[in-house]
């Protein structure tokens, strides 16, 4: 096991946002076009230092990330298998193919060895490019080729190097997107430091560098930045085609580096059909949306291979339906509140019902069922019956798809951040029911307007999109653990931006009699810098004593394990074990696999399920049988697996195997009744004991505190 040991001015900062008004009284002295000059030029001070201040948080987050790395495992001192085995399950396994590509003796032998593969899985060839998102790796191994950059940087730091400076993008995107939203530059500012002050929380690039998040989630926060400026309001029509374009290839570079994308945007999909039913989005512009999504994830599975995962996704069928019920639904959005309540319901169960009709309409001709764990898991989690499936339990059993421990609402807390967020929230989704109530009404009468005027605000697209973004995603962070990236890093710029937001400040005023323009000028700007100074006085000590900590990479018997199978077994070896470990064989060693973290395919999960039998309660007999089915020559026994404390009964790998097999577990506690005890000992502890009934089939090779490595008999 891995362990670490010690070693201001109002106008200047405005962005402009909508168009100019007409002049009023204009004089012939020439004086209102002097100070339309004069603004101007301080606009394009304002926006100038802004972005200034952007690329240069930007690239001080991701040196700061860099460093926190080069701390933690002193990357710089340790040897190349170290490094190697630092990238963790299937971390290790997505920068294999980066190294292998390197390795190869031309781009075209490597993308030939990645199209035909078979050693990723034994006895079977796989199209990795087809199965699994590797592009950028592919990508990256051809720029480090063809760039005179060899002899000054291994291949290794230009692939974390790469990470990192996407950090910078992703907080470039972060700090814009708030302050697009905000109108000023100090809203960014403020969103940023909330991003590296929450940083547990906010990401995990560090210590999980190749994970396929760490590439997707910058171009997700690139997307959502030119969503927010396509959806403002009086935008020109160039602006908006280029808008459009930079949303299209976000979108892609999205789809492209992320196997969970289509869930993503199928999300970000719900909310423009929400907000569009409500009539809080410019129809035409959540229709390029819809269309963008599914242009950008069909690309991305031409570039797969025709993935037909990609192609029964909900999303295609989500944006389909939609599209299509449009044209079915005339005039949905005319008519009295109850007229347009019955529409709406309508349009509703439409969308609905052609969107699994159509799924599984896909479905059925693709015979499709790669993704039905995902489902099945689901439909466990939120309580809709219980199950025996051995993948749905593996997951549920797993922290980081389990609910979001409450004690990350506390570290948030700590920096003010979730206060405000809770804040800003409540104060932007009032506004939001008012403004979803009158649009459906029709209430435009002058009665109405100046009833709400006072105690109200117009919610603008930009602002409706984002409140519904967070909501969504918050509520999948709330689910799932694992998810909380998407939502904590969004979190920043919806705290930042209403914190600093003239509308937010303007309604809280108005309700309280209390409005000037001054008054509300002064707020904006004070509370934001006094909570920076918070935040700096509070942090900046701690984060100056995380960065002059120093640690070193420690995991001999994991480096032991690598080096004695490089040194004793054959290139052509395939090796069984626990798919975690398998990933770092196949980056250290090379060494052909029999399964490995990349669940997402039928075939490779009923394989890991019998590969795994190594830990359940079977005979020696049945377990050679299933390794020589897959035609393995080595198998690898884990002591952390065997013998696990980490879950508790239930949860437990063994437990897992012992239930989808209809056995009794192990220790004190209840079991169902329908369970039986198994005919035979737990194969794990009992082939330690040496007995004939294994040693004619296992033969112990390796053997060190955490491993066992049994070499297979080969029977006529």
């Given at each position: 096991?891995?362990?670490i040991?010690?070693?201001?001015?109002?106008?200047?900062?405005?962005?402009?946002?909508?168009?100019?008004s007409?002049?009023?009284?204009?004089?012939?002295?020439?004086?209102?076009l002097?100070?339309?000059?004069?603004?101007?030029?301080?606009?394009?001070?304002?926006?100038?230092?802004g972005?200034?201040?952007?690329?240069?948080l930007?690239?001080?987050t991701?040196?700061y990330?860099?460093?926190?790395?080069?701390?933690?495992?002193?990357?710089?001192?340790?040897?190349?298998?170290?490094?190697?085995?630092?990238?963790?399950?299937?971390c290790?396994?997505?920068?294999?193919?980066?190294k292998?590509?390197?390795?190869?003796?031309?781009?075209?032998?490597?993308l030939?060895?990645?199209v035909?593969?078979?050693?990723?899985?034994?006895?079977?060839?796989?199209?990795i490019?087809?199965?699994?998102?590797?592009?950028?790796?592919?990508?990256?191994?051809?720029?480090?080729?063809?760039?005179?950059?060899?002899?000054?940087?291994?291949?290794?730091?230009?692939?974390?190097?790469?990470?990192?400076?996407?950090?910078?993008?992703?907080?470039?995107?972060?700090?814009v997107?708030?302050?697009?939203?905000?109108?000023?530059?100090?809203?960014?500012?403020?969103?940023?430091?909330?991003?590296?002050?929450?940083?547990i929380?906010?990401?995990?690039?560090?210590?999980?560098i190749?994970?396929?998040?760490?590439?997707a989630l910058?171009?997700?926060?690139?997307?959502?930045?030119?969503?927010?400026?396509?959806l403002?309001?009086?935008?020109?029509?160039?602006?908006e085609?280029?808008t459009l374009?930079?949303?299209?290839?976000?979108?892609?570079?999205?789809?492209?580096?992320?196997?969970?994308?289509?869930?993503?945007?199928?999300i970000?999909?719900?909310?423009?059909?929400?907000?569009?039913?409500?009539?809080?989005?410019?129809?035409?512009?959540?229709?390029?949306?819809y269309?963008?999504?599914?242009?950008?994830?069909?690309?991305?599975?031409?570039?797969?291979?025709?993935?037909?995962?990609?192609?029964?996704?909900?999303?295609?069928?989500?944006?389909?339906?939609?599209l299509?019920?449009r044209?079915?639904?005339?005039?949905?959005?005319?008519?009295?509140?109850?007229?347009?309540?019955?529409?709406?319901?309508?349009?509703?169960?439409?969308?609905?019902c052609?969107?699994?009709?159509?799924?599984?309409?896909?479905?059925?001709?693709?015979?499709?069922?790669?993704d039905?764990?995902?489902?099945?898991?689901?439909?466990?989690?939120?309580?809709?019956?219980?199950?025996?499936?051995?993948?749905?339990?593996?997951?549920?059993?797993?922290?980081?798809?389990?609910?979001?421990?409450?004690?990350?609402?506390?570290?948030l807390?700590?920096?003010?951040?979730?206060?405000?967020?809770?804040?800003?929230?409540?104060?932007?989704?009032?506004?939001?029911?008012?403004?979803?109530?009158?649009?459906?009404?029709?209430s435009?009468?002058?009665?109405?307007?100046?009833?709400?005027?006072?105690?109200?605000?117009?919610?603008?697209?930009?602002?409706?999109?984002?409140?519904?973004?967070?909501?969504?995603?918050?509520?999948?962070?709330?689910?799932?653990?694992?998810?909380?990236y998407?939502?904590?890093?969004?979190?920043?710029?919806?705290?930042?931006?209403?914190?600093?937001?003239?509308e937010?400040?303007?309604?809280?005023?108005?309700?309280?009699?209390?409005?000037?323009?001054?008054?509300?000028?002064?707020?904006?700007?004070s509370?934001?810098?006094?909570?920076?100074?918070?935040?700096?006085?509070?942090?900046?000590?701690?984060?100056?004593?995380?960065?002059s900590?120093?640690?070193?990479?420690?995991?001999?018997?994991?480096?032991?394990?690598?080096?004695?199978?490089?040194?004793?077994?054959?290139?052509?070896a395939?090796f069984?074990?626990?798919?975690?470990?398998?990933?770092?064989?196949?980056l250290?060693?090379?060494?052909?696999?029999?399964?490995?973290?990349?669940?997402?395919?039928?075939?490779?999960?009923?394989?890991?399920?019998?590969?795994?039998?190594?830990?359940?309660?079977?005979s020696?007999?049945?377990?050679?049988?299933?390794?020589?089915?897959?035609?393995?020559?080595?198998?690898?026994?884990?002591?952390?697996?065997?013998?696990?404390?980490?879950?508790?009964?239930?949860?437990?790998?063994?437990?897992?195997?012992?239930?989808?097999?209809?056995?009794?577990?192990?220790?004190?506690?209840?079991?169902?009744?329908d369970?039986?005890?198994?005919?035979?000992?737990?194969?794990?502890?009992?082939?330690?004991?040496?007995?004939?009934?294994?040693?004619?089939?296992?033969?112990?090779?390796?053997?060190?505190?955490?491993?066992?490595?049994?070499?297979?008999?080969?029977?006529?």
């Amino acid at each position: 096991m891995t362990t670490i040991r010690q070693r201001r001015v109002e106008k200047g900062t405005e962005v402009a946002e909508d168009q100019p008004s007409e002049e009023k009284n204009v004089k012939p002295d020439g004086k209102i076009l002097s100070d339309h000059t004069g603004g101007k030029l301080w606009n394009i001070l304002s926006v100038t230092v802004g972005g200034i201040v952007a690329i240069s948080l930007g690239l001080l987050t991701s040196v700061y990330v860099a460093t926190l790395h080069e701390n933690d495992l002193w990357f710089s001192n340790i040897k190349e298998v170290e490094r190697e085995i630092s990238f963790r399950t299937e971390c290790g396994l997505y920068y294999s193919y980066y190294k292998q590509m390197i390795q190869a003796a031309s781009i075209q032998q490597g993308l030939h060895g990645l199209v035909y593969d078979n050693k990723t899985e034994s006895v079977r060839t796989i199209n990795i490019l087809e199965r699994m998102n590797v592009y950028q790796e592919v990508f990256l191994s051809i720029l480090y080729r063809i760039l005179p950059i060899q002899q000054y940087l291994e291949p290794v730091y230009f692939y974390i190097y790469t990470l990192f400076g996407l950090q910078a993008v992703y907080v470039i995107a972060l700090y814009v997107t708030s302050w697009l939203l905000s109108g000023t530059w100090l809203s960014g500012l403020l969103a940023a430091c909330w991003y590296v002050t929450n940083r547990i929380d906010t990401t995990r690039v560090e210590f999980t560098i190749p994970l396929r998040e760490n590439w997707a989630l910058p171009f997700f926060a690139v997307q959502i930045a030119a969503i927010t400026y396509l959806l403002r309001t009086h935008l020109q029509p160039v602006r908006e085609r280029w808008t459009l374009t930079a949303v299209f290839i976000a979108t892609f570079l999205f789809s492209l580096t992320w196997q969970f994308n289509q869930f993503m945007m199928l999300i970000q999909a719900l909310a423009l059909f929400i907000l569009d039913c409500f009539d809080m989005l410019p129809t035409a512009k959540v229709t390029w949306l819809y269309i963008i999504q599914i242009s950008g994830l069909l690309l991305v599975c031409v570039l797969q291979f025709f993935n037909s995962m990609i192609l029964g996704s909900l999303l295609i069928s989500f944006n389909a339906s939609v599209l299509i019920a449009r044209t079915i639904q005339k005039n949905l959005k005319k008519g009295s509140l109850l007229n347009r309540l019955g529409k709406l319901i309508l349009h509703v169960l439409l969308v609905l019902c052609l969107t699994l009709l159509i799924n599984k309409f896909i479905k059925k001709i693709l015979n499709l069922e790669s993704d039905e764990h995902i489902f099945k898991f689901l439909k466990a989690k939120f309580g809709f019956g219980a199950t025996r499936d051995f993948d749905a339990n593996l997951y549920l059993c797993e922290e980081a798809f389990g609910l979001l421990p409450l004690n990350t609402f506390s570290r948030l807390s700590d920096t003010l951040l979730f206060y405000v967020y809770v804040f800003v929230l409540f104060l932007m989704t009032v506004a939001a029911v008012i403004v979803a109530f009158r649009n459906l009404s029709g209430s435009n009468q002058v009665q109405f307007m100046e009833k709400m005027e006072e105690c109200t605000i117009t919610l603008k697209p930009d602002a409706a999109y984002n409140l519904m973004h967070t909501v969504l995603f918050g509520c999948l962070a709330l689910s799932t653990m694992r998810m909380k990236y998407l939502w904590t890093s969004h979190m920043c710029v919806f705290a930042s931006f209403g914190l600093c937001s003239t509308e937010v400040w303007k309604l809280i005023l108005k309700c309280i009699h209390l409005y000037t323009s001054q008054r509300t000028h002064v707020i904006k700007y004070s509370i934001p810098i006094i909570t920076l100074l918070y935040i700096s006085y509070k942090f900046w000590p701690g984060i100056m004593d995380e960065l002059s900590e120093l640690r070193e990479f420690y995991d001999p018997d994991t480096v032991e394990l690598m080096n004695w199978i490089k040194s004793n077994t054959p290139n052509t070896a395939v090796f069984a074990g626990s798919m975690q470990l398998l990933a770092g064989v196949k980056l250290c060693t090379g060494r052909t696999l029999t399964n490995h973290p990349h669940y997402e395919d039928k075939n490779l999960r009923e394989r890991t399920k019998q590969i795994y039998q190594i830990y359940a309660k079977r005979s020696p007999e049945d377990v050679y049988r299933i390794l020589r089915s897959f035609g393995t020559d080595y198998v690898i026994l884990e002591d952390s697996i065997c013998y696990e404390r980490r879950h508790s009964r239930g949860c437990r790998l063994r437990d897992l195997l012992d239930v989808a097999n209809g056995h009794i577990m192990d220790g004190l506690g209840e079991n169902e009744p329908d369970l039986k005890p198994s005919l035979y000992p737990r194969f794990c502890e009992e082939i330690k004991k040496n007995l004939p009934s294994y040693t004619i089939h296992f033969t112990r090779v390796f053997q060190n505190k955490t491993f066992h490595v049994y070499k297979l008999a080969k029977h006529k």
